[in-house]
């Protein structure tokens, strides 16, 4: 984790499969501007693909915290 303790350095960590390097939003900042982006489009397209790839990061996001509970909890 190299002294980190966020969810997007504990989680490759402990659960190596896991990983949010190849999402299109893969960290904070980026879903903030990806939802902006999102409420301030009229591109139903552009609309849906931001749609996808916050849903996808939040989904990650969720199973993530799971899988570190889980794998915390092996340890112990």
Do not use: F, H, N
Request: hydrophobic fraction near 40%.
């Amino acid at each position: 984790m190299k002294g980190y303790s966020s969810l997007k350095s504990v989680l490759p960590a402990l659960v190596p499969e896991m990983s949010y390097g190849e999402m299109e939003i893969s960290d904070g900042e980026a879903a903030s501007l990806g939802y902006m982006g999102m409420c301030a489009s009229s591109d139903p397209q552009e609309i849906e693909r931001l749609r996808v790839a916050l849903l996808q990061y939040c989904r990650l996001d969720t199973l993530g915290m799971v899988k570190i509970v889980e794998a915390m909890k092996a340890y112990c």
